[in-house]
């Protein structure tokens, strides 16, 4: 950490500083260490100029600032990437990254793209969900390929423009499908969880899997939730540890009657709010 920080001290100028300041406030203390105060954005402009300007000429004015504001973060953004770079590999981990917006990909281009970035490796791990856009917007032909109506459009879009980079701004793009967990996966998740392989656990797997639909994360979940059962009550929790006999003990046909499958996450908070008290 000493030795990125003074690198970033040394490396980056002022106005890079205050660049990455401005839109990431959380690097001020890894970064500045002066006692002058950041600027304010842009240069103060003459009233009686603005005033004679045309509505045209201020709009032109506008975006031509963003522009250049936009240009300048994507070059100090990857600049601060580079540095971190050359001290051990930087790996940004991207979730539901289908709801990204185009600049973001705008700047996840750029970066993967970065051809200055020769001495550092830069890897992203984008986790996207296609069947959460799917089932929130049109799914016509027409509509998954229009980039205005369609999320996934632009992000299979920049994916592809990656895949195509060749010479030094060539950028490696793998694709691992994940789905969901079989049954003899989620049991060997519960094993470990549990610290028990024998085989009382195979007929909970079978419950957590139908439960859970095999995704990996409400199957966390709903186990943490089985323990949180009862809490709040007399009512004996459906999953809890067994002290006397060190280890998980669990009520099947508790679990079974007691819990609703979980589709998603929005089904698994509104189940946690509800069993809040009032």
Known sequence: YTDIAFRLEQDLDLQEKEIL????PSLKALLWTETTEISA???AVDGSETSTQS???RKCTAENNFSRARIQFHRAFCKFLRIIGTS??????LDDFQWADE?????????MTDFENEAGITVIVACHNEQEVLGTTTTTSEDRRDLNRNPLALLQQVIHDLERTTGRERAYVTKIDINNLT????????????????????????????KT???PLFVLQFMKRLTDVGNDSEEAAALEFHF???RWEWNIAEIERATNVTKNVLDLMVQKLSALPD
């Open 213 to 215: 639909l095999g995704n």
């Open 88 to 93: 051990a590999p930087v790996i940004l981990t």
């Open 55 to 57: 509505a045209l000429q």
């Open 41 to 43: 954005a842009g240069s």
């Open 21 to 24: 300041i401005r839109t990431l």
């Open 103 to 111: 600049p973001s990909l705008d700047l996840v281009r750029d970066i």
């Open 183 to 210: 049954v003899e996966s989620t049991h060997g998740i519960l094993c470990d969880l549990m610290s028990d392989d024998s085989d009382r656990v195979k007929e909970l797997a079978r419950v957590v899997h139908k």
């Open 244 to 246: 006397e006999r060190m």
